[in-house]
DNA sequence: TTAACATATGAACAACTATTCATATGTACA
DNA sequence: TGTACATATGAATAGTTGTTCATATGTTAA
């Protein structure tokens, strides 16, 4: 494997750490194929409005997701193919 | 995306949760091109040797890792390439 | 402007986790 | 068998994190 240095794998570990919980994958998915509102994402999982909000920051802190507003809602949707690149990497080792 | 149920999604955020720890993939990058000891490991992370050890038993749990012993050592090694894979792909996203 | 709706946010709490310390287990060699 | 070496493990602790609750911010339409 190619070189890599400290920080980088300080980053990669917080990165995986954002994959790391049921409740964010779960909205991950969610979001993999189409652009969803908070409510919606909160119904569809059974969870609160505020619990998958704040789920959502983090998500979009760490660049896997971005928003746009639609009239009082705001729509989110994933923010690269990286993220199902990733997803589909660990489904492959999930799945043996 | 294909479809995917609700305890594949868990068992997923179970594998990035082990990768989502700077010790652990700094454990894992160490073993990316070779066998090595648990005091090596420590020694090169300046960590103590029973902390590498509860860590190293979380990585061969989850199967990213194997071991065999070499008289007094136990010689660790990534289980398979789907290690290699899941730190690159992850690596593609970080350095953006 | 006011009411209703949609989302974001801060504080608090409970649950989880990584490390440390002490010690146990296992192996090799004299 | 006894000693030194290498690793594993259990309990305790400190730090981290996800959810809840209450409330703030922002948008739309009457």
Redesign the interface.
Known sequence: ?RK?D?N???????????????T???IL?KL??KEICVQEIADSLGMTQSAISHQLKILKQS?LIKSRRDGKSILYSLADD???????????????
């Open positions: 494997m890599i400290e980088e794998l300080f980053d990669l570990a917080e990165l995986f750490k954002v994959f790391g919980d049921s964010r994958i779960r998915y993999s194929d660049k990286h993220v199902r690149s990733i997803i589909n990497q660990g489904l492959e080792h999930v799945e043996e």
